[in-house]
């Protein structure tokens, strides 16, 4: 089935450090992929919607050049926490939407971000 | 706009028990609904889906009917296991590929052997 990979699985970096966070789709193509922040025990809130070849929609409230989203092929994206700092913790999640139209999105395992 | 609403947890049931999660939508158009499980420390997986009405979705025991009369969407299985223990959300989307999905605020479910 499809499968999404999200790397890394855990990463715990100091104040001030920007981190990359990579999500792929294995065995299909996205066009559109989307980035969601979860916080313990809460729903998943979406973050901005990765388009392939243009710019990152995001949602009310998320600042663009703090969370920066770049897909660079029909296969990755990537979210980049820039200057992380304490308050950015947090368990993210990306998923992607096989181009199919009526099929759903595949999520990725998370990734979860410790700024010291 | 849309929206999901599902019954608060925890959830706490013996093995064998039966199980209902209620999940209610608010939605125009005509949406596709899901049901995702998250296991601790894991990501989300889809667990069943219905992309119109009185489709049944099921798996792994597990089934929800899309009953648009009612919106809803009610997770059900006949005997639950102690490794059903996780977080569920139900949630809807558009048909358009670049719908978002809309999540309720998850039910955590917690199985006792």
């Known amino acids: 089935g499809a499968v999404v990979s999200q790397h890394p699985s855990w990463v715990i970096c100091k104040s001030g450090t920007s981190v990359k966070i990579e999500c792929r789709s294995l065995d299909f193509q996205a066009t559109t992929m989307f980035w969601y922040r979860q916080f313990p025990k809460q729903s998943l809130m979406l973050m901005a919607t990765s388009n392939e070849g243009s710019k990152a929609t995001y949602e009310q409230g998320v600042e663009k050049d703090k969370f920066l989203i770049n897909h660079a092929s029909l296969t990755l994206s990537t979210l980049t926490v820039t200057s992380a700092h304490p308050e950015d913790s947090s368990f993210y999640i990306c998923s992607a939407r096989d181009i199919t139209v009526n099929q759903p999105q595949h999520f990725g395992d998370g990734t979860r971000l410790s700024i010291l | ?113």
């Open chain 2, 1 to 113: 706009g849309n929206s999901v609403t599902q019954m608060e947890g925890p959830v706490t049931l013996s093995e064998e028990a039966f199980l209902t999660i209620n999940c209610t939508y608010t939605a125009t158009g005509y949406p596709s609904l899901f049901w995702y499980v998250q296991y601790p420390g894991e990501g989300l997986q889809l667990l069943l889906k219905a992309t119109k009405a009185d489709d049944k979705g099921s798996n792994k025991g597990f089934e929800a009917t899309y009953r648009k009369e009612t919106t809803s969407f009610h997770l059900e299985k006949g005997s639950v296991q102690v490794s059903d223990s996780a977080v569920y959300f139900c949630a809807l989307s558009g048909r358009n590929r670049d719908d978002k999905i809309i999540f309720g605020k998850g039910t955590r479910l917690h199985i006792l052997p």
